[in-house]
């Protein structure tokens, strides 16, 4: 019979987890303790929430045409940029030294330790740089005096120190500056010092953003922590800090502005007073009539000619602020410190590509300075960020030279033409014309004074209406504290779950391993071996001759059941010839032949029990008989028939021995004396039982099945292995053993299993429950 494909039964799965039903009570209990631990030592958790708005790039535009020179301040930003603003280092960094929470405060309970915030029940005030990041451990003996060490468990051993007195602690110095008049003797403190960068870092990690609305740009700012205050005030911090670092980045370009305009001014300013203390000086030495010929008679004649000097001399102005320009922003590239310049729209002319390069450039300092601060600067990525901001600086160096020198052609053609209209109008007087050459001059440089002072004008108007790029919707405080856990509800039932499915899995494990004979359904998957009868188990037995000693016990009756099916399988016949055998030694074997011989005798049949294990003779010792001669000493020719038969102490049951071990067991059972003593066994006897070696270890007992009517193959319940059976099934199948049964030993009441679970047979006496079992397997355990 092939083996049946692989499932799990419940009714097999069942009497394993009332088995090991120990395991789910320990697994169960401890899931409970657990939880319970759980939900008691563990510090609560909260979330605090706010809300920000921030501007868009859309929402933004449009107010820099509200008022002139908002330009300067006017930045179009993507929501998705300031996230990562705020969540950068520095302005993390900046939030942590605004905090000022360098030394953290705790008090250490029986139970929990907890964070002392706001309020401290003592102060630390540093009193030197400082240089360690250890744990400090308090005890107050009183308000006024403590003792402090590094190591908790040493407390008591340190001197005591009074609060105000200068501490020197390895490279640390420091002072408790007061302690509050409640200050508890019982419990520990401790204290520890915290870099800002460590904060900073904790920040960046810790940190919740979300976007409210896919469609708006109100964040969501989150953290969670167990100190709701500490939380409170460190969004309300990262909130105020953001805001007013949008308004210096912005502030910044528009003050850029400022000072290269007053450095023009400065330069302008000199020439304009140059100018006119040379016109007034004109006027006095030449107060004649013709110098105050009006205008309309200056230019009647070369109307033309004048205004074309006057337009080139516009021009000329104009090509002269945008050189200065390109001059400015070239040696402020050349500075280390160079952080924002304002864009050539300001100074009345456009470079879209200069724009472009310095708004690059921009990015590229703000990602340099955000690595720098979290990064050392020898790493990879710093060193690369520099060589961009570098490579982007000596960009916009080269293009603005080259844009300078362009500027530069265009005035010197400009002077060129300039000088050319100048010549036509010689004609005029010499003293009207240098009246007007420098009344043009000085009209010029106010001009140019006069646009100068708009457009610082406009800056400060820039600046002083910069509006932060965010607002506070709502800031972090106790109505937006939100309680996380422990919840104790969760706790229990995901402690119970895994208390109860990691037992069942181990369970359900040994069970899958199992690789013995436990259940009927076992028998019926392997094999087709029909089963005759079940024997139940009992722990304590002295000998194995059990049967005679009490026909009426429930073991006799499963052993009366046993008989009569093997008398069905014999068809009936009044003299009969049985073959015990098993897989290997413990299964019961010997203990089967000896029982099932009894109870033969018992019937009132004359009954030979043969012990043919020649390797391992014992069986004598049963019956308190001797074992010097015996079956090996008839095959050999040594004795006779009636010189091995030995008389037991059952009635009607006689004995034959193994008798001494042959070297060659298998050879002696081939011998023809074995035919012929079976032949004058069977002329005395109606019952032989033959007790043969394991069926899976020699091949003696396919010896000895020429001998019987029927074999008995012996399956110990719990121990024999389901290989061992299969193998036996597949000399059943091939017809190597004709007629086969099988008898289940050793069936322990217990796990939901007895000797009535392998059906009908064995199931007959006085329901006691009775069986036997491993107990009767102590002698006989190298069967």
Do not use: C
Not at 338 to 349: L, R
């Amino acid at each position: 019979m092939s083996q049946k494909p692989f499932q799990i039964d419940s009714k097999e799965l069942i009497p394993y987890l009332i088995r090991y039903w120990y395991l789910i009570v320990i697994g169960l209990s401890i899931g409970i303790t657990y939880a319970y631990f759980q939900v008691r030592y563990t510090p609560s958790t909260y979330r605090v929430d706010s809300r920000m708005l921030v501007k868009d790039e859309y929402s933004s535009w449009g107010q820099e045409y509200f008022l002139p020179g908002m330009e300067l301040v006017s930045s179009r930003n993507r929501l998705v940029n300031e996230i990562g603003i705020i969540r950068s280092f520095p302005l993390m960094l900046r939030v942590a030294n605004s905090l000022d929470w360098n030394i953290s405060y705790h008090k250490i309970g029986d139970i929990k330790t907890t964070e002392m915030y706001p309020d401290r029940d003592f102060i630390v005030e540093p009193l030197d740089k400082w240089q360690s990041q250890a744990t400090y451990y308090l005890q107050f003996e009183d308000r006024h005096t403590f003792r402090i060490s590094r190591d908790k468990d040493s407390l008591g051993q340190r001197p005591l120190q009074k609060v105000g007195d200068r501490i020197i602690y390895g490279a640390d110095t420091f002072k408790l500056a007061k302690s509050i008049s409640a200050i508890s003797i019982n419990d520990k403190y401790s204290f520890k010092f915290n870099r800002s960068d460590i904060w900073a870092r904790y920040f960046q990690s810790s940190l919740g953003i979300s976007v409210e609305n896919q469609e708006s740009s109100i964040l969501q700012l989150s953290h969670n922590g167990q100190s709701p205050a500490k939380s409170i005030d460190f969004l309300n911090a990262l909130m105020n800090n953001y805001i007013d670092w949008g308004v210096e980045q912005n502030n910044q370009i528009a003050q850029n502005t400022i000072d290269f305009v007053d450095k023009q001014l400065r330069v302008i300013a000199d020439s304009l007073i140059i100018t006119e203390f040379r016109l007034e000086k004109f006027q006095k030495n030449n107060f004649k009539e013709r110098i105050y010929v009006g205008d309309e008679e200056l230019i009647s004649g070369k109307a033309s000619n004048l205004e074309e000097v006057i337009r080139l001399e516009e021009e000329l102005t104009k090509r002269g602020v945008q050189k200065e320009y390109y001059s400015a922003l070239m040696k402020t590239l050349k500075e280390k410190d160079f952080t924002a310049f304002p864009s050539a729209a300001v100074f009345g002319f456009v470079d879209p590509n200069i724009d472009m390069m310095i708004e690059n450039l921009m990015v590229a300092l703000k990602d340099k300075n955000e690595a720098s601060s979290s990064l050392k600067s020898e790493s990879s990525y710093s060193q690369r960020l520099g060589e961009e901001v570098n490579e982007r600086k000596e960009a916009l160096y080269k293009t603005a030279d080259a844009n300078r020198e362009k500027v530069k052609e265009l005035i010197d053609s400009l002077r060129n033409r300039l000088k050319f209209e100048e010549e036509k109008v010689l004609q005029i007087p010499q003293e009207q014309r240098q009246y007007f050459n420098l009344k043009r001059e000085n009209k010029l440089l106010s001009d140019l004074y006069t646009f100068l002072l708009n457009k610082r004008s406009e800056a400060s108007i820039a600046k002083a209406s910069n509006l932060p790029k965010a607002q506070v919707l709502d800031f972090a405080d106790a109505y937006r504290v939100h309680y996380l856990g422990p919840k104790k509800s969760n706790i229990y039932v995901l402690s119970i779950f895994l208390g109860l499915f990691i037992p069942s899995a181990i369970i359900l494990f040994l069970y899958l391993l199992n690789n013995k004979i436990v259940n009927p359904s076992d028998l019926e998957k392997i094999t087709s071996i029909p089963l005759i009868g079940s024997v139940g188990f009992k722990k304590k037995i002295d000998n194995n001759l059990v049967v005679s000693t009490n026909l009426k016990s429930v073991l006799a009756e499963s052993y009366r059941s046993i008989r009569t099916n093997l008398n069905f399988m014999t068809e009936g016949n009044d003299k009969v010839k049985i073959l015990v055998t098993s897989s290997i030694s413990g299964e019961g074997k010997t203990f089967t032949s000896i029982n099932l011989a009894a109870i033969y005798a018992a019937s009132g049949k004359r009954t030979i029990l043969i012990g043919a294990d020649l390797r391992k003779p014992k069986i004598f010792n049963d019956f308190g008989l001797s074992n010097e001669f015996g079956l090996t000493n008839f095959l050999i020719g040594t004795e006779e028939l009636s010189k091995i038969i030995q008389h037991t102490s059952v009635e009607g049951l006689d004995l034959i021995s193994a008798g001494p071990i042959p070297p060659n067991p298998a050879e002696l059972l081939e011998n023809e004396r074995l035919d012929e003593l079976m032949q004058k066994l069977e002329k005395l006897y109606d019952a032989i039982i033959i007790d043969s070696p394991p069926l899976g270890l020699v091949t003696d007992a396919l010896l000895l099945k020429k001998h019987a009517d029927v074999a008995v193959y012996i399956v110990r319940h719990n121990y024999t292995k389901k290989q061992h059976l299969q193998n036996v099934s597949k000399l059943y199948e091939d017809k190597v053993i004709n007629k086969l049964a099988i008898v289940v030993n050793a069936v322990e009441n217990k796990r939901g299993i007895s000797a009535y679970s392998y059906g009908n047979y064995g199931a007959y006496g006085y329901g006691y429950g009775y069986g036997y079992g491993y107990g009767y397997y102590t002698e006989d355990s190298n069967d």
